[in-house]
Each structure stands twice: as C-alpha cells, then as structure tokens.
C-alpha cells in the first residue's frame, strides 16, 4: 500500500472543519486542519502545489517521528469548529482556535492517510491540486452560509477572500469592482460553486447537509474512509444568526443565478429561511 493524501476544501463555513473533526476520528487516519502558510504559498500554481506535497511529506514525517504536526487547534487536538457560540462587543462569534501542535495519540501505519483543509487556497489551486491530489469539496445551503459569514470576524464577512484571490488574481479584480457587500458575497459564492463544480466528480462534492443528515456516512462513502459512529446536528437554524438579515439573504439569493443553483433549489433556501426565523 502507498501512503493516501487527501485535500479538502469547500466554500468557507460550510463544515470542512467539522468533516476534519470527523476524519479525524479514523483509524490510521490524521486531518489538519489548516495548518500551511497559505498566503507565502508560490504564485505559480505547479509550483504552489509542489509547495503542498512537501508539507504533507513533512507533516508525514513529523506524525511518524513524534506523534505531532502543526495544525489549528485547542489544547492540542483539532477542532470542530472555530468559533464558539459566545460573541464579542461587536456581536461576532469568538474565534476559538489557534496554530499550534496538534497531537495524534493513536497508532499510525506508514501508509496512514492524511487529510489537509484549507478553503479559499485549495479552492483557487484546485484545477492543478486535482491532477495529482485526490480531493473532496464542501458546499452548504447558500442561505446558511451568508447567514454565517455574517456573525463571525473573517474576510468573508466583508466580501473578501484574500488567500484565494492571491492565486486567482481575476478573482480580486471582479470583487474590486463590486462596492456592495452582499454582490460581492454572491459573487464568491458563484466562484466557489462553479469551481468545484468545473473541476470535481459531483460524488467528490459533498452537501454539508448530506453529511450532517447521514450522521457522517455520507462522507464515508465520498472518501473510502470507515468512520466511528457519530450524531451530528445540523446548525443551519441556528438562533446565533439574525432573523432579519437572513430574510434579506433570502430575497437576493432568490433573484441570483449563481452556480449554487446547481446544488440547491430555491424551495430550500426559503426551507431553510423558514426554519431560521421560526418563533423560538
């Protein structure tokens, strides 16, 4: 057998972090989360992914050697997720996460499998990752995630994507070009849908819904991975999210025809509008 890498990306807020969490859990089966420099990343995206297979032959090395690798973490084991449910002065979740060693107390095989997330740079390299990497994509409700970018403090919140639009320059110039918050917050969405859509086997893009809905096997399945058994909940009604705002996301994604439109109908959307702004 030959050591198996596996890259995950998704549209932001969209539960990688949590399918890491999950992945994670294997046997003989390590997931980063977000652990490379992305932003020193070369711009020439051949040479950008030579960058990435030699981060996992480190982070190989490291694991086997000291059962330790660098990854976001919290008090040394991965997350999953990286805010929590309290918010800040400003309204905005708190960021619970940091960079640091994550460690791996369960025996590894030399051709244990590891699983590496990054969103926004993966996304932007993914045309070339997929030629050598096999890769899995994560999408959600378009109306939950606009709803999340909202409540916490990330570029996305302000129509940014800043590790992805350093790899795909056209990507800066049409945000650039869009001074409304909510387009430009479309537009990503567009990007990202219709990227992992070009490049990715639907089989390799998986609904956080499906994921959540199947308590994990959905993600099994789409990565050959044998997961423990687990009970997930889905946070797309999440009372952290505001009522009016939401409704507002609603109207505008009604009238967008963004490549989401190739995953969602807008019969869920206003489901999942209905359910967010329900009486408690």
Request: some cysteine.
């Amino acid at each position: 057998m030959k050591p198996r890498d596996l890259i995950l990306t998704g549209v932001p807020r969209s539960g990688t972090t949590l399918c890491c969490d999950l992945l994670g859990r294997a046997g003989d089966t390590v997931a980063l989360v977000e652990p490379m420099p992305v932003h020193a990343l070369p711009l020439d995206h051949a040479e950008a992914v030579g960058s990435i297979r030699g981060f996992f032959r480190d982070s190989r090395d490291s694991l086997l050697r000291t059962g330790e690798a660098i990854g976001q973490q919290v008090g040394g084991r991965g997350p999953d997720n990286f805010f929590d449910d309290q918010r800040d002065a400003r309204g905005l979740r708190v960021r619970k996460v940091g960079l640091g060693a994550v460690r791996v107390d369960k025996p590894l095989s030399p051709c244990f499998t590891l699983v590496v997330k990054h969103n926004a740079a993966f996304a932007a390299l993914l045309p070339t990752l997929a030629e050598s990497f096999e890769c899995l994509a994560l999408v959600r409700n378009p109306l939950a995630v606009l709803a999340s970018w909202n409540s916490v403090d990330l570029p996305v919140a302000r129509g940014r994507l800043p590790a992805g639009e350093r790899l795909e320059p056209a990507l800066a110039t049409a945000l650039d070009a869009q001074p409304d918050l909510l387009t430009r917050q479309l537009l990503l969405l567009d990007w990202l849908f219709a990227r992992f859509a070009r490049v990715l086997p639907r089989a390799r893009i998986l609904r956080y819904e499906d994921v959540v809905g199947s308590n994990g096997a959905a993600l099994a399945q789409a990565s050959g991975i044998a997961l423990p058994a687990a009970t997930l909940a889905s946070r797309n009604a999440s009372r952290l999210y505001e009522a009016d705002a939401c409704a507002a996301f609603a109207a505008r994604l009604r009238a967008d025809r963004g490549a989401w439109r190739g995953f969602y109908g807008e019969d869920e959307i206003m489901a999942a509008l209905a359910a967010l702004t329900a009486p408690t």
